[in-house]
């Protein structure tokens, strides 16, 4: 169930529209009672609404219980938009709600930015929510130190504060923003806000290094080490750790068809990389890149050959492997703790 | 022809002297008439004049044309220029011109900046510039969310920061800056401006992820997806994706004379490098570092083997290459789609 | 000798307490007779002291030497932190000093971000300080654009901005802040301040690319060219150059109890990787990672055959290696420019 009642603040520019929107955490799982004395308010589900309609903004009011820590929250950021009305108009920003009923293709900005939000406040996790058309429907935006611009006209703002001392920053021109300037999880390090979009799930416990990076719709169920990149997409399970420099393919790009997920303690080496789902336990050496279609030699861990070559992608989800390159040879090799008879069988239940 | 006329600001430091040129989109390819009815106003080219003289700016404004767009925005530049001239004298901030004539190696600062702007404003591509020198003559510039500083003074002014409510941050102590504090691409998503040095050039339709980089005198002809290392001098083709984390050998460390490139629609995986020039189709595999030194082993496409060993170098700039390393014997083949025969004929035509 | 007085500023949080302290560059080294007339007013050393007994800054600035550089700085901090005493305690700052006289475990975060400046400072090198407790000492703060803060309080933050001017960024939610908020050591270049924490220890004429990382308690002794990164422990010599993406093993995560190094003169090659100590001279190819456990063929310069099959780890710390892989059989290898005989008996010497 997706239901959600989200209140926020949007941000306009004259030519593109509908630049960002920024939610207070929302009220997800609402149940049906609510729900419909939502549906009288918000007649429109689905699509952002801009609340500048005072008996609107009364009659939501009205239903919002003061007790309730999640609508406390609504209310409170109501009460100072209202506070603030002229300025939020002078400055292009306008409050706004949406009620999430249907969990369709995305055709709507407001909408696409709170299913981002629901993922980075862990009302969701990744591939839960439908994203489709998430490219085409966010805009691009300059996102700056003086908050978001339209790109094109950026040029023009930069020549300007230069006959200022207010220093113009751009820190990126892209579809997605950063996670902090929206959500900030409950008990999580991150040392480079710059490697984490919104719509990322950074579960209690998660630790995202310097080289680590986390894409939307992706995430961690956390305690994670994260010391490399976790594609859209990808989900990494509890007591896993991603080393320095560690790929996972998405299926955005190269990745093809495959969703690809780490089990619980796992650890990928650093310098690793993952084009295949993995189970629990297992362990990728450092710098070795299994690709789906990498063949390897299975061993028991006893060592003895359980087949010559296996296709990476047929080990999908199995636990307890260590995979790893011969040095002496040069094959990649998949150590197993299960006994060469079952591990065999394992391996082809799926042929 | 390297025919440039570009205005600009300079910032001055007591001791350092030029720390940085800010300049508004230079009018590049000036015609014969133009060029020497600047060359009586700016009579010194190729290095900075400072604009301080009455005179030259009203003779500089009169041959400017209004209708154009190009000297429309040094018209623009000059007027705010004038009008706020003594907030930027206040500021060590000095109007300049510079008339760029002939492509020599570097010997002022100014000019050493213009040809950074020429490179990232798409009028010239990467290697068609004369840089020599360009570490020499950039000075070390300490980067702050205020502006430029000598970066001697930045320990003084982090301690008195601390007794202010101005935050003093420095993004970087480099030779050169950011490509967005000066120049904004149309057309481009940028996921961490930290990544991209001005002199950078980024085709339209680039997206520059988060792992991406871009060094100066280095780009893509877009579209195209970086996600890896675009070092200094190398040239990615239209439609070609590198991917997370893959690295491009520079010359200015370890990469030796070869200048590397990337053809049209390649794809060099994720985690994998490359040290030779590559044609267009062609493909390597995530994880694999391809150095000019590597022998492969070359296969057509149907498998039959072409030659035992060839040197990577051999196969720069050929067309439709798929490079991996087999996973069952460690060795790296490189397969074709062309025919052993013709195939075998390109490989010996440089012998 | 860990003597040191070290004279900063303390930021306290309501609730988590001390938050983060920024010193000036502390007085290291110091006398028997200066440390004794210090014992006499900064009676409990080892710990913070909040200087607010005005008895007591007049008993410091009394033993000061205002002809000492070192001093000079501490005496100028001090006057600034009186004349700022109303504005310092209106926003939770705290004029301190640290006599640092025993190294030992820590317990106080005043002392953990003492001995973060030392090493910075380069008063100290990498693992010349007890550093034991560091994470369980040091407070998890959210660096913002506007100064440190709980993180638990930056969700209300965030929103409250919104309704500002006042745009607010998180940098990063860590445990150590970035160096260059605290110390610019002389000399260096960082192209992204956002990859270096406190603790760091950069040497004169160290350049860290923007790929590059290093943690706290690692570093350089200069000059050296750092494109990739540098765990916590590891020291990089002069005149070594580490790529693009290389990877060193730290000892935090799953680089066991091998402490890395490299010697003088070394290449780490781009997406490379180490897992033992190298000695000087060395080189290890572009994308391959040496863990400790690789087994290794071993030749002389000449190519003849010295070991068939040798742990990487008993390679530590030897000189004048070259590590690759055999691109035709997968076979990691090991030249060196050691006679057959010398370097079998160096081989074996450890048995």
């Given amino acids: 169930m997706v239901n959600s009642l989200a209140i926020g603040l949007g941000t306009k520019d004259k030519k593109l529209g509908w630049l960002e929107f920024f939610f207070v955490e929302p ?41 309730n820590d999640q609508h406390k929250k609504l209310i409170d950021f109501i009460a100072q938009a209202t506070k603030k009305a002229s300025y939020l108009s002078a400055k292009n920003r306008q409050l706004v709600a949406i009620l999430l009923t249907d969990d369709v293709a995305l055709s709507d900005v407001g909408v ?49 504060a ?58 961690t169920q956390g305690p994670n080490m994260v010391e490399g990149r976790i594609s859209a997409g990808v989900w990494v399970d509890e007591n896993s750790d991603l080393g320095g420099g560690a790929s996972t393919m998405g299926r955005l790009s190269g990745g093809g068809d495959i969703l690809i997920s780490v089990g619980k303690n ?19 050496e450092s710098g070795l890149y299994v690709t789906a279609g990498s063949k390897l030699k299975v061993l028991s861990k006893d060592g003895v050959i359980v087949s010559e070559s296996v296709k990476a992608s047929q080990l999908s989800g199995k636990d307890n492997l260590l995979i790893r390159r011969n040095s002496l040879n040069g094959q990649i090799e998949c150590l197993t703790t299960l006994a060469p008879a079952s591990l065999n069988a394992e391996l082809h239940k799926n042929n």
Same sequence: chains 1, 2, 3.
């Fill in 27 to 67: 009220c997800s799982g609402i149940d049906d009672k609510f729900l419909n004395q939502l549906k009288k308010i918000i007649t429109i589900p689905n699509q952002t609404l801009s609340l500048n309609d005072d008996k609107v903004i009364a009659n939501l009011l009205a239903i919002l219980d003061k007790t």
């Fill in 112 to 160: 696409a930015y709170l299913k981002l939000h629901l993922l980075s406040y862990r009302h969701f996790k990744p591939n839960e929510l439908n994203l489709t058309n998430i490219f085409s429907v966010l805009p691009n935006v300059a996102w700056s130190n003086k908050g978001p611009i339209n790109p094109a006209n950026v040029a023009d703002e930069l020549w300007k």
């Fill in 162 to 219: 230069r006959f200022t001392d207010d220093a113009l920053f751009i820190r990126s021109i892209d579809k997605f923003p950063r996670l902090t300037d929206y959500v900030i999880p409950a008990n999580v390090r991150i040392a480079n806000s710059a490697r984490i979009r919104l719509g990322a799930y950074l579960g209690s416990g998660t630790t995202v290094m310097h080289e680590g990076f986390i894409n939307f719709n992706a995430g």
């Fill in 266 to 284: 796992c650890l990928i080496g650093a310098n690793a990389g993952l084009g295949i789902p993995l189970g629990d336990n297992c362990i990728i």
